[in-house]
Structures are given as C-alpha cells and as structure tokens.
C-alpha cells in the first residue's frame, strides 16, 4: 500500500493540476471572448437584480432595446414584455440644496425612473456566450457514488454539529444547494437526478462550511473567492475518488474568479480542507467496502475463492480505467497483475489435477487437422 508520504504527494498533485487546469481555462481565447461580453452588460445593484428576478424569474443577461444592437448585434422579438429596473436621477445641486441635505457632493439622486430592459431569451442575433458555455452539468455517473454520499450525508448529521437536510431543487432558484452559516446548515437539492453532482454538491457546501463559516478566518471573503475555494476542493474531492468533474467545476470555478490573482490566492488556502475531505472520504469508503479491490495482493490473494478472486480482477480493472495519476495507474496495474497471475496459477494447477485423476484423456493433437477428425 501507498505509505504516508506518497498519499501526501498525491494530495498536493490534485490541488496542483486543479490549478492548471483552471489557470489554463482562463487562459483560453473562448474565455477572454466571455469575459468581454460580461463587461458588455451593466452591473445592477440588489434592488434591480431582485426587480429583474420578481418579473422574470428566468433572465440571465438583460440588456436595454438599443444595447441588444449596438453592442450585441441582437434585436428585441416583436412582442416581448419589457423587464422594468430603477434608473436613479442624478442632479446637479446648488450650493443651498448641498446645505439642505448636509453634503459636500456636487450631484445626488433626487428620485428613480423605471427604464425597459429584455433578457438574452427575447431577442435574436448572433450568439452571446454565458456562464452555460463552461459550466456543463452533464456528469457520468460513477459506481457507488450514491451510497458514498448517504455515507457522508449520515456522517455529517450523525457525527459533526452540521446539519445536512434535503429539499427539492424547484425551491433552489437554480442552485444545487448551498451551505447557511447562521443555522450551520447544509442544504442539497434532493431530487438532482445526477448523483455525481448530487455528491459534488456535499462536497462545495462543506467546503463552505469549514472555511466560510461564522468562526472561520476565511468567512469575509469576497464571494467569487468564496466560490473558487468551494468548487475546487469539490473538484480534488471527486477526482480523489476517481470521478472527473473538470467539465463543471472548472468552468464554476473560472466564471466566479476572472482574476488570475484571486484564483492562486484561493487555492493556496484549501490544501487543509482538502486533505480533510478526502481522509473523510476514504475512511467512509472503507466503511462501505468499497477499496477492496486496493488490498495488496501479495497478502490476501492467497485465501480468496474463485469468486472474490474475480472480483477483485474486475474492480482492479475499473480502478485503472478510473485513475487520476499515473502513479496511481501503475500501482492498480501491479495489483492487476499479481491477481491475474494467482488465477493463472490456479487454473494450471487445475488442469494438470484433472489430467492426473483423468490419464484416459489424451492430449489434443499439435497438427491443425487433426481438429477435424471423429
């Protein structure tokens, strides 16, 4: 088995290669195209951001009628509904008017207009490239990760002063879950019918947990760190266990942190939660049977039946389809072979017992032809 610094080595090369692989999305012609459409829209304050919601809960990116051309060379569909947000009046104050409200400030908002904006979704043009672009939330499902997340759901409740509960993701505005600091808990959309996300999700909300939480050091970080820091040590997480979530939490990961700074500033915080996660993960896997097949041969081989000893041949195979590193490809490889060469010893010890206890059975002949004599 790994000793204890290989398992560390292999801790800090995921951490590492989520770095470069987020670093080299950024990097990317596609995301720079994204990041330039972002500074395309207005930023809106909560209040419009909420007015926008209350109108149109399904809005992604609003814009007025006269940006949609300009800017995207999109038009407003004959028809569409106008999303209404607060515009404020900016006027320029006389010196009186600077005594009356006690300011030195040459211009203040005296009021608010209701100006029309449309979502991307009521026009048509040429394509505008979103979050949607990076963020894919099509995973493959992977053996046991169902009952891996039971197992750390129950660990949680059971065993830590978190609270994980469920409810359905209709009640989530979109999100997958998300972690609530003044109750301490953990709240996950239980009916995401992908149970890897499903499992990634735990994950990202307890990686909030232990660095955004009310007592945490890290707790008045700005939410696109916040955000970077959740999304990788979900991301080390599942690759620890042999499931590769690039596709989503890159791309979550790279549409909160646009600045290269924040993105080595926050992963260089998660090294501790990481390595606590996946001790958690491994002890709970255990538990739940499913490292058998990482057993070192040498020791056990000997005293599986037939039936285990195919099994563990089977599990050792998926495990090197499933592995991360090359490292870790080499050592199941190793196993694989010791399994396979104790059921080539077996079978031969079989035959030359049957052909003992059988002399009456000839040896089939050398010579091709000879196949087809009666």
Known sequence: MPNKADVKAWKAQLVAQAEQQILKL??????KQYLNTL???HRYSARNIDLIYAQNPQATQVAGFKQWQKAFNRTVNRGAKAIRIAAPIIKKLTPAEQKHLDTTDERAIVGYRYLPVFDVAQTSGEPVLSAKDFVKENLADHQNVTSLYNAFKDYLNQQTDLKVSEVSLATLN?????????????VIGGDEPDNALKLKTLYHEYAHSQLHGLKSAFKDRPRAYQE??????????????????????????????KDKAVIHSALSEIQQVSNKVIELSDGLTKQLGLQEAQKEPEHDLKKLSAHDLNKSYQGLQQQIQQATSPQQKAQFKKQLNDVHQEISERTQKQ???????????????????????R
């Open 174 to 186: 979109g999100a997958k879950g998300y972690f609530q600091p003044n109750t301490n808990e953990i």
């Open 26 to 31: 950024t990097d990317s012609d596609q995301f």
């Open 39 to 41: 500074a395309k829209f």
């Open 351 to 373: 035959l030359k017992s049957f052909a003992e206890q059988h002399p009456e059975i000839k040896q089939p002949d050398s010579e091709p032809d000879q196949r087809l004599k």
């Open 228 to 257: 970077t820091q959740a999304e990788a040590v979900a991301y080390v997480a599942m690759q620890n266990i042999g499931v590769d979530t690039s596709n989503y939490s890159l791309g979550y990961v790279a549409t909160w942190a």
